[in-house]
């Protein structure tokens, strides 16, 4: 299976801060790869796919970028309603994995 | 407007049985591979299981596979994942998942139900 890790599990920032978050594959994953984000008590939510395509309805504060085996997600202005948990995702090989998740909390 | 309801989780023994439904509306269900996705309580997203549009093609994690079986009725809209043999470290919040049109079957996911809880304890 393909290992995801995520950098840092946890993060405190400021309203207004740019953030990244950064993910990075046990192999080559040429791209397939989504992001989500999960407040508590909720269903984990797609903000992008392939990597940089930003999912539709989701702020464009959001983005994505990487290859290979190092992906990244910046948030270039953190928002109240930011704060929340982020997972990766690879998609690439079956089975589908994801990273372990990294904690945005609110300094 | 999609909609994912899954239901069906509760408190079960260890060795125990349960099946667990999601009612798909507002897409063409039947166009769609669906997934399974668990959430261990406090803990991370693992990916369980897909199956295909029509039914034809299942995937399973090497955690669940000989034990659970994914299924689907599409003249009723419902994916179900039938759980046998449950074990402790099964316990987690289920949801199902849609994966976009053109996506393969275990690749990313689009809509996610509101998840039901299974608790394996004695």
């Known amino acids: 299976d393909i290992q995801m890790t995520q950098s840092p599990s946890s993060l405190s920032a400021s309203v207004g801060d740019r953030v990244t978050i950064t993910c990075r594959a046990s192999q080559g994953i040429s791209n397939s790869l989504a992001w989500y984000q999960q407040k508590p008590g909720k269903a984990p939510k797609l903000l992008l796919y392939?990597?940089?395509r930003l999912e539709s309805g989701v702020p464009s504060r959001f983005s994505g970028s990487g290859s290979g085996t190092d992906y990244t997600l910046t948030i270039s202005s953190l928002q109240p309603e930011d704060f929340a948990t982020y997972y990766c995702q690879q998609f690439y090989r079956t089975p589908p994995t994801f990273g372990q998740g990294t904690k945005l909390e609110i300094k | 407007e999609v909609q994912l309801l899954e239901s069906g989780g509760g408190l079960v023994q260890p060795g125990g049985s349960l099946r667990l439904s999601c009612a798909a509306s507002?897409?063409?269900?039947?166009?769609?591979?669906m997934n399974w996705v668990r959430q261990a309580p406090g803990k991370g997203l693992e990916w369980v299981s897909s199956i295909s549009g029509n039914g034809g093609r299942s995937d399973y994690a090497d955690s669940v596979k000989g034990r659970f079986t994914i299924s689907r009725d599409n003249s009723k809209n419902t994916l179900y994942l039938q759980m046998n043999s449950l074990r402790a470290e099964d316990t987690a919040i289920y949801y199902c998942?849609?994966?976009?049109?053109?996506?393969?079957?275990?690749?990313?996911?689009?809509?996610w139900g509101q998840g039901t809880l299974v608790t394996v304890s004695s």
């Open positions: 392939a990597a940089s």
């Open positions: 507002g897409f063409t269900f039947s166009s769609y591979d």
């Open positions: 998942a849609k994966v976009p049109h053109g996506a393969m079957a275990t690749g990313y996911f689009d809509y």
